[in-house]
């Protein structure tokens, strides 16, 4: 009842103040005498009912309205809670493979990353897979030398499938953004993606080692930066 007066306040103020002023019009005296006084308590007590009658009735499609609003945000929030607990259920995995598990794949390691002389840039091919339980969506990457980025994939509308198939990264990138250090160059690569339901959304970092032995990679190593990694929650229940 709170509820309805306090989302109702204006209204209900101008029927109050039609209740109080209709009847001091129909019934104040006037010396012209155009309406007798039975007549107006007659007219009084129609629009009285009528007035009441349009208030019972509003107050019940009011209620009506209300009931289905709390009805459809209820539905909103179980729909949300039950995308968060799947989400939490197949929350997608994607990870860098390092070198010496691609052996027995049917991807040359050889391949991972070359120095074209003739471009004068450095070719990388980077090999990911995702072990999650659920699909990652809108993967996009970022890679830095020396934390200077130097590669931006931007927003994809992609799919990566919680499946056993590798996926290859190849990108090339001038020899003026990139550094030789002992025959080894050093890579900050960032992967960002959501789940299928859009309510999560991931952020790895890897570092690799490129190891150049005549401008052609013989290996490289990786690991993951746990502390820069992280999961955003994308929305809230109830937004």
Not at 117 to 143: H, M, P, T
Not at 179 to 199: A, G, R
């Amino acid at each position: 009842m709170a509820k309805f007066f306090k989302e109702n306040k204006k209204m209900l103020l101008l029927f109050l103040a039609i209740a109080i002023i209709f009847p001091i019009m129909i019934l104040f005296p006037s010396p012209v005498g155009i309406i007798p006084y039975e007549i107006g308590l007659t007219i009084v007590g129609y629009g009285g009912s009528i007035l009441g009658g349009f208030l019972t009735l509003y107050g019940v499609w009011w209620t009506i309205e209300d009931n289905k609003k709390q009805r459809e945000e209820d539905q909103k929030r179980h729909d949300q809670e039950r995308k968060e607990d799947l989400a939490n259920q197949y929350k997608p995995y994607l990870t860098l493979i390092p070198a010496n598990n691609l052996m027995d794949s049917n991807i040359d390691i050889k391949e991972l990353g070359k120095y074209d002389s003739n471009e004068k840039s450095f070719y990388f091919e980077l090999v990911y897979q995702n072990f999650g339980r659920g699909e990652a969506y809108n993967l996009r990457y970022k890679i830095f030398h020396k934390n200077t980025p130097i590669y931006d994939s931007k927003d994809q509308v992609t799919i990566i499938y919680n499946d056993n198939i590798l996926h290859k990264i190849a990108i090339s990138i001038s020899s003026e953004k990139i550094q030789l250090q002992n025959d080894s160059v050093f890579l900050e690569v960032t992967f960002i993606y959501t789940d299928i339901y859009s309510f999560f959304m991931y952020e790895q970092h890897f570092f690799i080692e490129f190891k150049f032995k005549d401008y052609i990679c013989t290996n490289y190593i990786l690991y993951i930066n746990h502390d820069k990694t992280k999961i955003t929650q994308i929305y809230k229940r109830g937004d």
